[in-house]
T-cell receptor, first 113, second 108 residues
């Protein structure tokens, strides 16, 4: 089974602070994604990447940056965390084509106070 | 409308019952995936379909790209089937588009 590991599993941040969420995959997958899930809702795409050193905007990129320093690692950065960014964040990876089966991490529960 | 509409929003079943979930798409999709989110919040991939029907135990999923829908059928529901089920479709270009989910509650 392919493995996607997120860290931290949960985090409490202060408004205006910087938050970095990390994701590591051992699947040798080209595609990596960051999704956000709000209570009672589905997942929305924030940023994704299909190659190291390159990232693409998803559907809700405002307030977020992403970094893909290597094929295995993909980070989500909140430079100035806001209350509205309280959510659960999921990292995922998939193979060469972005419509292949997704493998998800456990999720990171972020609370901004 | 929404590119992926998922119905029903919630579903209550007794153990042993059969039922189905449906996703309708506003446009032609190239593939669909179904996920279960368990009580711990973990997302588990159930099916990936580019066409046709797949079965896995008591679960069966169908994807009809021409008619723009996908279904997930639960047979002989068990308590462990409780959770939220999401469909997600791939249109092309960027990544998957998720439905809003169906919360399934199975009771004895």
């Amino acid at each position: 089974e392919a493995a996607v590991t997120q860290s931290p599993r949960s985090k409490v941040a202060v408004t205006g602070g910087k938050v970095t969420l990390s994701c590591h995959q051992t699947n040798n997958h080209d595609y990596m994604y960051w999704y956000r899930q709000d209570t009672g809702h589905g997942l929305r795409l924030i940023h994704y990447s299909y190659v190291a050193d390159s990232t693409e905007k998803g559907d809700i990129p405002d307030g977020y940056k992403a970094s893909r320093p290597s094929q295995e690692n993909f980070s989500l950065i909140l430079e100035l965390a806001s209350l509205s960014q309280t959510a659960v964040y999921f990292c995922a990876s998939s193979g060469t084509f972005s419509n292949e089966r997704l493998f998800f991490g456990h999720g990171t529960k972020l609370s901004v106070l | 409308g929404m590119p992926v509409e998922q119905n029903p929003p919630a579903l209550s079943l007794y153990e042993g019952a059969d039922s189905g979930l449906r996703c309708n798409f506003s446009t032609t999709m190239k593939s669909v995936q179904w996920f279960q989110q368990n009580h711990r919040g973990r997302l588990i991939t159930l099916f990936y379909l580019a066409q046709g029907t797949k079965e896995n135990g008591r679960l069966k999923s169908t994807f009809n790209s021409k008619e723009r829908y996908s279904t997930l059928h639960i047979k002989d529901a068990q308590l462990e089937d409780s959770g939220t089920y999401f469909c997600a479709a791939y249109q092309g270009g960027r990544a998957l588009i998720f439905g809003t989910g169906t919360t399934v509650s199975v009771s004895p």
